[in-house]
């Protein structure tokens, strides 16, 4: 009699298909493997790795630098002499390439977990080497022409390292599944050593990470000081075309304490109020002279500066993607702003007692003014009217001669000059960039203010996010300049404040917590292996097992 062996049943794995077919495209059970994976491929997963780990940099980069996205579309404009949003195509390609990396990880580690081999589809590694060379092209770029950019991610780690830190140790605690799974099915002593001592050495290198983080805000509350005084950076250019007399009224009702503007000089002596070397992008100098847009400001006459529109190119542009909020009677304001003189806010500052800061540029040398450029500024100061010790003088030329013309004048310095230059020039304010001086030279500043009867009072701009607000406050900054006065009026106290016994509970509670669940992780899995090798000698339990 023949016996005929029964046919074997195959369980459908849906998931199991998907994750191999949309990784390897792999979708059939006979095309698996549970084999080791090859040298070539393990090359393609650490090119993934890095890839990965490549983007999340650049990522996190890009998110924290959203405070300067204006700085970095002005020196797009400066080198190309067209006005448009860089940072959008920036932001989606990242976002694109981070979306599809990231996505490629979680099946390669989905792969893993389950023991299968790994096999990238051809497709997937031309993509993955693009976003690649995309990140790198990125990152070389923003070297060259925006250096200094790069500061931001060790001062936004003062604001997201405590917890960047709780995530990643939360992470890698979860892919100790992973890894205990795979020292508890492997074969191979050694293997099983190597990946233990890996991946335990990077957890006892996130263990001890909280050692390294510095803060500000890590700090006994009791020693914060005052809250930083804003000044409004060009007025407040996110409600309002920058440098018009509306932008600087609108940040006076979002209650600022100073006013900085950037200055030129007309042909005929008028300190005007204009941030770019020519009016292209700023006024509709296009269409009233055509044949000179192209000219430097400063040899416009003001009688020809008063015909121009300031107003209209920022309903056009939206520059801050903020027009949509407006009202249309702030849309009719705007749209009939004019090229402000200096006169005109020095006159608005004196009405509301407000400090005023500028940054004057110096003409051409075959400008009329090009050697008297100082004097016409210092006169126009002084027959406005407004209390000299409001304005803060940022000229370096001839600043003796100006504090002898005009002694109480607030002499400013835009370079971080030591603590002697600052004294033989009789400069008691420094106005830097936020990422020129650190937290401890901020500290000295004040305490050196503290302790001597040279007071320097120290600016930085520009601030527009409450996080690095918060940051410069708790590091005892006395005042900063924004774009964005209207949400840094809605930042009543810092983001975070953690005193230090506070964060060293967090910290060994993280750690405490995080060893547990991975040593119990690792007797599960050891436990859950063991169990399963029984089971395979016993295939038929309830007949051949006792």
């Not at 389950?114 to 923003?142: D, E, M, P, R």
């Not at 957890?203 to 805000?217: A, E, Q, R």
């Not at 903020?322 to 009939?336: C, F, G, M, P, Y």
Request: aromatic share 12%; charged share 15%.
């Amino acid at each position: 009699m023949v016996k005929h062996q029964p046919l074997q049943v195959y369980e459908r794995q849906l998931c199991l298909s998907c994750i191999t077919g949309i990784y390897g495209c792999r979708w059939k059970r006979y095309q698996r493997s549970q084999d080791d994976t090859t040298k070539w491929e393990l090359l393609w997963s650490f090119v993934l790795l890095f890839t990965f780990c490549l983007l999340l940099i650049w990522f996190y980069f890009w998110f924290e630098a959203h405070n300067d996205y204006s700085e970095f579309n002005w020196f797009l404009y400066n080198r190309s002499g067209e006005w448009s949003d860089g940072t959008v195509p920036i932001l989606a390609t990242t976002a694109a390439c981070f979306t599809y990396i990231a996505f490629l990880m979680v099946l390669a580690l989905c792969h893993i977990a389950l023991g299968q081999q790994l096999n990238l589809h051809w497709l997937h590694k031309i993509g993955v080497f693009a976003a690649l060379l995309t990140t790198i092209a990125g990152v070389i770029s923003v070297n060259q022409t925006w250096r200094q950019e790069w500061d931001v991610i060790p001062i936004s780690l003062q604001a997201t390292g405590p917890f960047l830190h709780i995530g990643t140790l939360a992470g890698v605690t979860v892919l100790s599944w992973i890894v205990a799974g795979q020292v508890a099915r492997a074969e191979k002593t050694m293997f099983q050593v190597v990946v233990v001592l890996l991946y335990f050495s990077v957890l006892l290198g996130l263990y001890v990470v909280p050692m390294y983080i510095t803060s500000p805000c890590i700090m006994d509350p009791n020693f914060l000081k005052p809250r930083p005084d804003v000044f409004g950076h060009h007025g407040a250019p996110m409600l309002a075309p920058e440098n018009t007399l509306w932008s600087f009224q609108r940040a006076l009702q979002m209650n600022v304490t100073g006013l900085e503007a950037d200055l030129a000089i007309s042909a005929d002596g008028m300190p005007f109020l204009m941030r770019d070397v020519t009016l292209r992008r700023t006024t509709n100098v296009a269409k009233v002279f055509p044949d000179r847009q192209m000219d430097d400001a400063s040899y416009f006459n003001w009688t020809d500066l008063q015909q121009l529109n300031s107003g209209l190119w920022f309903l056009k542009d939206d520059p801050f993607w903020t027009v949509h909020t407006l009202s249309q009677r702030e849309k009719d304001l705007i749209a009939n702003q004019s090229v402000c003189s200096l006169e005109q806010l020095l006159k608005l500052a004196s009405f509301h007692n407000t400090s005023v800061v500028f940054r004057l540029r110096r003409p051409p040398p075959e400008h009329p003014c090009y050697h008297t450029w100082i004097n016409d500024t210092l006169q126009t100061v002084q027959q406005s009217g407004v209390p000299q010790s409001l304005v803060m003088w940022t000229p370096d030329q001839h600043r003796a001669q100006v504090r002898e013309l005009a002694p109480a004048l607030i002499q400013t310095s835009m370079e971080k000059l030591s603590p002697q230059s600052l004294q033989i020039h009789g400069i008691s304010r420094l106005l830097l960039r936020y990422n020129q001086v650190s937290t401890e030279e901020i500290r000295y500043i004040n305490t050196r203010t503290n302790i001597s009867e040279t007071q320097t009072d120290l600016t930085l701009y520009t601030v527009n996010e409450p996080w690095l607000y918060s940051v410069l406050w708790c590091s005892g900054v006395s005042s900063v300049s924004s774009e964005a006065p209207h949400v840094l009026r809605k930042v009543l106290y810092p983001v975070w404040l953690m005193r230090p016994n506070e964060f060293r509970l967090m910290w060994v509670s993280a750690d405490l917590i995080s060893f547990a669940v991975v040593v119990g992780i690792f007797i599960f899995q050891k436990v859950a292996a063991h169990l399963g090798f029984e089971l395979s000698l016993c295939p038929n339990i309830s007949s051949q097992c006792p």
